[in-house]
């Protein structure tokens, strides 16, 4: 966003988050006062450098820790994985995924603080496993430390 932008946002935050001046606050688009002194505003942000200092005087910060090692591999597990299947046709007897490999996917490049990447592979590995399962080569499919490097490339 242009610096012009960004300052007209900071203004309409300052103004809005403001309990001096946003019992009229005026929304330009509608042209009607809203007394917002009752709202409860609810921001997040993975970066706050780009946001003005008297806004963020006007929130209350809470960092959120990001999951670790164990939490990635029990999402992983247990939503991304049967969701990833779901969508590209596989039933659970075609894919099994040996449990040594968990610890190496939720870390593949270094350290990733959410789990997209990891969706990402899963995703892309159950793809080739449902492409092999297609074509005949296989009924069902094992991914293990000796062929993990033929699903996903980051090994």
Aim: charged fraction near 20%; charge should be negative.
């Amino acid at each position: 966003m242009t610096d012009t932008a960004r300052a007209d946002i900071m203004g309409v935050l300052i103004e809005v988050l403001d309990p001096e001046q946003n019992a009229a606050f005026t929304d330009h688009y509608i042209d009607y006062p809203f007394n917002l002194q009752q709202v409860l505003f609810v921001a997040t942000a993975n970066n706050v450098s780009s946001v003005a200092t008297a806004v963020l005087d006007r929130l209350e910060i809470i960092h959120m820790p990001s999951y670790n090692d164990t939490e990635k591999i029990m999402i992983g597990k247990t939503y991304v994985l049967p969701k990833a299947m779901k969508t590209t046709g596989l039933l659970p007897e075609q894919l099994i995924i040996d449990d040594a490999i968990w610890s190496p996917l939720v870390r593949p490049l270094g350290y990733d603080p959410g789990v997209r990447g990891l969706d990402r592979m899963i995703t892309n590995m159950c793809r080739k496993a449902a492409t092999i399962i297609v074509t005949g080569q296989a009924q069902a499919v094992r991914i293990t430390p000796d062929n993990i490097k033929q699903f996903t490339p980051e090994y």
